[in-house]
């Protein structure tokens, strides 16, 4: 069974400038999240979606970042304009649904550097 | 609010020797879920355990054991006879599902160095 795909699996940026992310969750799983890990710490979660629709996006910083799922599969993340604390790993991972807290499958992160 | 300490930090030892990595949580909640996740240097989470607070039974799986207390609302992993291969940051994590979502809110993270 395929893992959750992410890419790129680096980028570079100038301050100000847009980023996107991507992200396809393993076939069959009806929730996706997206995590930001700032070097040194846990994850923290940005948003989640359950099927095309958001469950929780609390802690996104609505200013710059966005986010979607087209279909209730692929998602994006989006920032815009990027500023230098976002710079860390952004980690892709869905469960089969979000009722009885199922374990999560992470992705292998997109790097983010910003300059 | 939820809330995962782990207040080791980095913690070496040599290949075989016993390492236990401890968490302690906090929640409102009666009805949660703990788990721990390994992320070796390649960056991918790997999901090791899950338990729910309704099951206080020690796991052992293989080598691993995890003790689960909620009377001191820790969480703690033990490795026994420990790999150099098993060298990475182990982290902590909770879910409250009664919220209606199941988001992890994980600690910082310990990072285990096995030499050998």
């Known amino acids: 069974e395929a893992g959750v795909a992410q890419s790129p699996r680096y980028k570079i940026i100038e301050k100000r400038q847009s980023v996107a992310f991507w992200c396809n969750p393993i076939?069959?799983?009806?929730?996706l999240y997206w995590y930001q890990q700032i070097l040194g710490q846990g994850p923290k979660l940005l948003i989640q979606?359950?099927?095309?629709?958001?469950?929780?996006d609390s802690q996104l910083p609505k200013d710059r970042f966005s986010a979607e799922r087209l279909k209730g599969v692929d998602s994006t993340l989006k920032i815009q304009p990027a500023k230098l604390e976002d710079s860390a790993v952004y980690l892709c991972a869905s469960s089969l649904s979000v009722q009885g807290a199922y374990e999560q499958y992470f992705g292998p992160g997109t790097r983010l550097t910003v300059t | 609010a939820q809330k995962v300490t782990q207040a080791q930090t980095e913690i070496s030892v040599v290949e075989k020797e016993d390492v236990t990595l401890d968490c302690v949580y906090e929640t409102r909640d009666t009805t949660y879920y703990l788990f721990w996740y390994k992320q070796p240097p390649s960056g991918e989470l790997v999901f090791l355990i899950r338990?729910?607070?309704?099951?206080?039974q020690n796991e052992i799986s293989g080598r691993y054991s995890w003790n689960f207390q909620k009377s001191t609302s820790s969480f703690n992993f033990t490795i026994t006879a420990s790999q150099v291969v098993e060298s990475a940051v182990y982290f902590c994590?909770?879910?409250?599902?009664?919220?209606?979502?199941?988001?992890?809110?994980f600690g910082k993270g310990i990072t285990l160095s096995v030499r050998p």
């Open positions: 994590a909770l879910s409250e599902v009664p919220h209606g979502n199941s988001k992890l809110t």
């Open positions: 076939s069959g799983h009806a929730t």
């Open positions: 338990r729910n607070s309704f099951d206080e």
């Open positions: 979606f359950q099927n095309n629709g958001v469950v929780d």
